[in-house]
Structures are given as C-alpha cells and as structure tokens.
C-alpha cells in the first residue's frame, strides 16, 4: 500500500512536470517565481485593498498582457478574498 502511494506520487509529479515544460518559457519562470515568493505573495494578497471585481479585470489585463508573475499575484490576492472557495479542493 505504501509502495502503491509512493508510486502514484511519482506518476503526478511526473505528470505536473511535462504540464509545466509544455508552459510558454515566460509562465514557466513566473511559476518557478511564484512558488519561491508564496509566503510574500500570500502576505501582499492579504494586504491588498483591490475589490474582487478589480481583481477580475486585473486578471484579464494580466493574461492578455502575458504578465504572468502578476496573473499569479492576481490569483493569490483573489484566494485570500475568498477562502472557502478553495475548499473543494
């Protein structure tokens, strides 16, 4: 059983490494970026004062701009406005 768990690790780990390396470079870096920073990340999401529509919008500008490292912040911020939402994950 502990062998079977291990394994099934390993398989996502796996998984989540192709899924990243079939990234664009620029969202491979602000994922590598983001994953450093997530305790700073998490503190400015707690700090700021962007509504959760701002936060929508400023999502849309940031993917269409391919400013990743902010769509990451934006995501962040908008899981600390609404905790429940995560869940169900």
């Known amino acids: 059983m502990m062998e079977e768990s291990r ?15 079939a990234l664009p470079v620029k969202l491979q870096n602000a994922l590598f970026w983001a994953v450093e920073n997530y305790e700073a990340l998490q503190e400015m999401g707690r700090k700021s004062e962007m509504t959760l529509e701002e936060i929508q919008i400023a999502i849309k500008d940031a993917l269409a ?25």
Request: avoid cysteine.
């Open 7 to 21: 394994d099934y690790r390993l398989e996502r780990i796996t998984e989540l490494e192709e899924a990243i390396k």
């Open 65 to 89: 701009a391919e400013e990743y490292a902010m769509l990451l912040l934006l995501f962040v911020t908008e899981s600390m406005k609404q905790p429940n939402r995560n869940e169900e994950f």
